[in-house]
């Protein structure tokens, strides 16, 4: 399994303001991933991150507000942009191989006030 | 976005007890995941199912993947305190998307 890392943990930030959540793997990983989890609900998945292109992002989910970098094949970063209060979530990055089972970092809490 | 339906949505148990817990689906799925996540973590996974049919053990949680392909259960026996947490189903597309469905979880309470 592959051991993920996520910066920073927590924040707290101010509306109208960005943030930028880095994810480290610590091997080669085909597929990563970015999802949200609103307070008391399941994940959602925001996109795909794809190494060397634009990410595949799911519907009601747009790349201005959410842009994603991946530029090899460990690192990833998701940007929450123009924040407001409804931003505030928990939000994980996950990787894996292609066709095999998907594993979590400890997530980001960002709360927006 | 799109969710699995997981019941029940929590339980409140005794140390000891056997737990069950199910999820379906509309869609059909290659592979069904199960999660468990604490308070303050990520989800870490418990048991991951291939095949339809495939009944599958890691110590006390035992998981099944339905012959259908749409629905899967874990059972939990002789619950302890340290099984207190949300558990999650997901069910895996495969192929060149990927994507990881989750299930809307199920929270668990055991009282000592």
């Known amino acids: 399994s592959a051991v993920i890392s996520q910066k920073p943990s927590r924040d707290i930030c101010q509306r109208g303001t960005s943030l930028t959540i880095q994810c480290q793997v610590d091997?080669?990983?085909?597929?990563m991933f970015w999802y949200r989890q609103q307070p008391g609900q399941s994940l959602t998945l925001i996109a795909t991150a794809n190494q060397g292109s634009e990410a595949t992002y799911e519907s009601g989910f747009v790349i201005d507000k959410f842009p994603i970098s991946r530029p090899n094949l460990t690192f990833s970063t998701l940007t929450v942009s123009n924040m407001s209060p409804e931003d505030s979530s928990i939000y994980l990055c996950s990787a894996g191989g292609q066709y095999t089972e998907a594993f979590f970092g400890q997530g980001t809490r960002l709360t927006v006030v | 976005g799109q969710q699995l339906n997981q019941s029940p949505q929590s339980m409140f148990i005794q140390e000891g007890e056997d737990v069950s817990m199910n999820c379906t689906s509309s869609?059909?799925?290659?592979?069904w995941l199960w999660y468990k996540q604490d308070p303050g973590e990520g989800p870490v996974l418990l048991i991951a199912?291939?095949?339809?049919?495939e009944l599958t053990s890691n110590g006390r949680l035992t998981a099944q993947f339905g012959i259908t392909r749409k629905d899967s259960f874990l059972n939990i026996s002789a619950s302890i305190p340290s099984d207190v947490g949300i558990y999650f189903c997901?069910?895996?597309?495969?192929?060149?998307?990927?994507?990881?469905?989750f299930g809307t979880g199920t929270l668990l309470a055991v009282q000592p």
């Open positions: 869609s059909i799925f290659n592979t």
């Open positions: 997901a069910g895996l597309y495969g192929g060149a998307t990927n994507k990881l469905i």
């Open positions: 199912l291939y095949k339809a049919g």
């Open positions: 091997s080669q990983v085909t597929m």
